[in-house]
């Protein structure tokens, strides 16, 4: 079990640049999310799936950040246009069913200069 | 709304001493409360978790407390350790149905050998 996969590790963009985050979960979960971390802001829920489906997006901060999810073993976050407060660690996470533990990834961080 | 409310932010302990770190939650249906572990630059990884059908649940020096009827819960790390240093995040499930779960703000516990 490789666990979940995420890319890049590191992204370092320019201000305007948009950004793609990539993530594979577990074979086998059927739920992903997508969280972000900050210090200030700790780790915040930015959006999930069950099935491929998106469920909730209200921790999405605006129109400039979108997720897809087509299909079970694949996930991107975009952000389209970057900007400097978007700079934070993004964690993909994925878990079998309700009421068990997500299993993270190592994080993408993401520095907007 | 979703909140879990996390105290101590910061904990210094002494190497071989006990460590608590306590969380409430706000909503009355939730029935499952992992607590995550993240070292510096890691993933959150799940150490413990418990469901609300118990009142606690052990595994080696790490134990967790739920009293459903105050809505809180504890974790409790006996004999500490130099390499317990970490912050450690309880979090609770919300949204029944399509449950997710939300993390408290993160407790910075340091073992002072």
């Not at chain 1, 985050?21 to 829920?45: A, D, V």
């Not at chain 2, 649940?57 to 809180?72: C, F, G, P, S």
């Amino acid at each position: 079990d490789a666990g979940v996969i995420q890319s890049p590790r590191h992204e370092v963009t320019e201000m305007g640049q948009e950004v793609t985050l990539r993530c594979k979960p577990i074979s086998g979960h059927n739920s992903l999310f997508w969280y972000r971390q900050t210090m200030m802001r700790g780790l915040e829920l930015l959006i999930y799936f069950n099935n491929n489906v998106p469920i909730d997006d209200s921790g999405m901060p605006e129109d400039r950040f979108s997720a897809k999810m087509p299909n079970a073993s694949f996930s991107t976050l975009k952000i389209q246009p970057s900007e400097p407060r978007d700079s934070a660690v993004y964690f993909c996470a994925s878990r079998v069913g309700s009421y068990y533990g997500y299993t993270f990834g190592s994080g993408t961080r993401l520095t907007v200069v | 709304g979703e909140n879990v409310e996390q105290h101590p932010s910061t904990l210094s302990v002494q190497e071989g001493d006990s460590a608590v770190i306590k969380c409430t939650y706000s909503d009355s249906a939730s029935n499952y409360f992992p607590w995550y572990k993240q070292e510096l630059g890691k993933r959150p990884q799940l150490i413990i978790d418990i469901r609300s059908n118990v009142g606690e649940k052990k595994d080696q020096r790490i134990a967790v407390t739920l009293n459903k009827t105050a809505k809180h819960f504890s974790l409790h790390i006996t004999e500490t350790q130099p390499e317990d240093s970490a912050v450690y995040f309880c979090a609770a499930t919300f949204n029944f149905g399509n449950e997710k779960l939300t993390f408290g703000t993160g407790t910075r516990l340091t073992i002072i050998p």
